[in-house]
Antibody, heavy 120, light 106 residues
Framework: QVQLQESGPGLVKPSETLSLTCTVSGGSVSSGSYYWTWIRQPPGKGLEWIGYIYYSVNTNYNPSLKSRVTISVDSSKNQFSLKLSSVTAADTAVYYC????????????WGQGTLVTVSS | SYELTQPLSVSVALGQTARITCGGNNIGSKNVHWYQQKPGQAPVLVIFRDTNRPSGIPDRFSGSNSGNTATLTISRAQVGDEADYYCQVWDSSNVVFGGGTKLTVL
C-alpha cells in the first residue's frame, strides 16, 4: 500500500524559494505507471494543482505557476520534490503530494499535507 | 479556461440522500473524479471516472455525469459524511478542481 509523506520548512520568507520533499513508501517513484503530483490549498480555500512529474524527467505545470515551479525526482531516495521560487504571502498554503494514476487520471493516495507560511 | 461550478453548501437530513452537483461546459464528455475532505485531513478519493468507487468506499457513494452536470450522490447520509467535497477534471492537460461543497448532515 503506497504512502506519501511531505517534509520541509514550515516558514519561508517572501522572495525566497519554497522547497518541499515527498517521500514515497510501498511504491517506486521511478515507475512509469504513475505520475507524482503536487497540489496546494490556501487556508480556508479550495484545491489548486501545481504540477506533476513522470518517468523521473517529464513534467507538466499549472500555467499560472509555471515560471516559478520545478518538480524533480530523487530515485535513490524514492522521493520527489517541489521548488517554488519568489514566494509571496499568496503562496501560504497546505501543500499535498499525491500519486496520479496515469495520464489525465485521478489522485490517490494523498500525503497528509504540510502547512507552509510565507512571512518575514 | 475551463471552470467547474459547485454549490457552496448542501444540507441533508440524517439517513436521507444528498446530491452534490458539479457544473461545467459539456462536462459529460470528460471523466470526473470526486474527493472527500474532512476538517484537518487530506482529501480522499471517493469516485473516479464518473461512476467508479475505490475499494473501501461504501456503496452509499455513487456518481453520474451527463450533459453539463456531474453529480455525486450520497445515500443514507451519516454524520461521518460531513465534509467538503471537490470534483476534478482534466482540461487541455491541466487539472481543474471545483470550488468545493460543504455537506452538512442535520
Amino acid at each position: 500500500q503506497v504512502q506519501l509523506q511531505e517534509s520541509g520548512p514550515g516558514l519561508v520568507k517572501p522572495s525566497e524559494t519554497l522547497s518541499l520533499t515527498c517521500t514515497v513508501s510501498g511504491g517506486s517513484v521511478s515507475s512509469g505507471s504513475y505520475y507524482w503530483t503536487w497540489i496546494r490549498q490556501p487556508p480556508g480555500k479550495g484545491l489548486e494543482w501545481i504540477g506533476y512529474i513522470y518517468y523521473s524527467v517529464n513534467t507538466n505545470y499549472n500555467p499560472s505557476l509555471k515560471s516559478r515551479v520545478t518538480i524533480s525526482v530523487d530515485s535513490s531516495k524514492n522521493q520527489f520534490s517541489l521548488k517554488l521560487s519568489s514566494v509571496t504571502a499568496a503562496d501560504t498554503a497546505v501543500y499535498y503530494c499525491a500519486r496520479q494514476m496515469g495520464p489525465l487520471n485521478w489522485f490517490d493516495p494523498w500525503g497528509q499535507g504540510t502547512l507552509v507560511t510565507v512571512s518575514s | 479556461s475551463y471552470e467547474l461550478t459547485q454549490p457552496l453548501s448542501v444540507s441533508v437530513a440524517l439517513g436521507q440522500t444528498a446530491r452534490i452537483t458539479c457544473g461545467g461546459n459539456n462536462i459529460g464528455s470528460k471523466n470526473v473524479h470526486w474527493y472527500q475532505q474532512k476538517p484537518g485531513q487530506a482529501p480522499v478519493l471517493v469516485i473516479f471516472r464518473d461512476t467508479n468507487r475505490p475499494s473501501g468506499i461504501p456503496d452509499r457513494f455513487s456518481g453520474s455525469n451527463s450533459g453539463n452536470t456531474a453529480t455525486l450522490t450520497i445515500s443514507r447520509a451519516q454524520v461521518g459524511d460531513e465534509a467538503d467535497y471537490y470534483c476534478q477534471v482534466w482540461d487541455s492537460s491541466n487539472v481543474v478542481f471545483g470550488g468545493g461543497t460543504k455537506l452538512t448532515v442535520l
